[in-house]
């Protein structure tokens, strides 16, 4: 094999597939990921991919709203689970690494992209709204092993 071809196979292949930043888009609608994990499989950014392009029409159109554009970040220096800034998601890289089936955990966060609020109050409505979100139109809930929890009297609106 020539050093060019070993060069390309070996350092800028993998570079290509792991450490940069792609830009998909579809009817419309575009998703910027931007990936800072060498370990983030292709398997979970095609799930993440899917979920986007199926997930945001659905919920523009249920909210009224036309919000066609996310940045989703894969990064392995958050520390919480996901979390959205306008239409900025991060997502810890180390949640999605072992929680693989757990990617409605971004329908939860475009739905927050979608609801676009100028503050993030009252909080609980906020969140409750985008677990509503995900409930509705999650992908793989069920697989996911996530569910809203069930009714309990001691529950206050609040508790979200
Ligand atoms: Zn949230």
């Given at each position: 094999?020539?050093?060019?071809?070993?060069?390309?196979?070996?350092?800028?292949?993998?570079?290509?597939?792991?450490?940069?930043?792609?830009?998909?888009?579809?009817?419309?609608?575009?998703?910027?990921?931007?990936?800072?994990?060498?370990?983030?499989?292709?398997?979970?950014?095609?799930?993440?991919?899917?979920?986007?392009?199926?997930?945001?029409?659905?919920?523009?159109?249920?909210?009224?709203?036309?919000?066609?554009?996310?940045?989703?970040?894969?990064?392995?220096?958050?520390?919480?689970?996901?979390?959205?800034?306008g239409s900025n998601i991060v997502l810890s890289a180390e949640f999605i690494r072992k929680y693989?089936?757990?990617?409605?955990?971004v329908t939860h966060e475009f739905a927050h992209v979608v609801q676009s609020y100028p503050k993030?109050?009252?909080?609980?409505?906020?969140?409750?709204?985008?677990?509503?979100?995900?409930?509705?139109?999650?992908?793989?809930?069920?697989?996911?092993?996530?569910?809203?929890?069930?009714?309990?009297?001691?529950?206050?609106?609040?508790?979200?």
């Amino acid at each position: 094999m020539s050093i060019v071809i070993a060069l390309l196979v070996f350092i800028i292949l993998p570079y290509y597939l792991t450490g940069n930043v792609v830009v998909y888009t579809s009817n419309g609608y575009k998703l910027t990921i931007e990936n800072k994990d060498d370990s983030f499989s292709n398997e979970t950014r095609q799930h993440l991919i899917d979920t986007y392009f199926k997930v945001m029409p659905e919920m523009n159109a249920y909210f009224g709203q036309n919000k066609r554009d996310a940045r989703l970040t894969i990064d392995p220096g958050y520390k919480g689970a996901a979390v959205t800034t306008g239409s900025n998601i991060v997502l810890s890289a180390e949640f999605i690494r072992k929680y693989p089936e757990s990617y409605d955990a971004v329908t939860h966060e475009f739905a927050h992209v979608v609801q676009s609020y100028p503050k993030y109050d009252p909080s609980w409505l906020v969140e409750g709204i985008a677990d509503f979100a995900r409930y509705k139109w999650g992908v793989n809930n069920k697989k996911g092993g996530w569910s809203l929890p069930d009714f309990k009297s001691d529950q206050k609106y609040t508790d979200a």
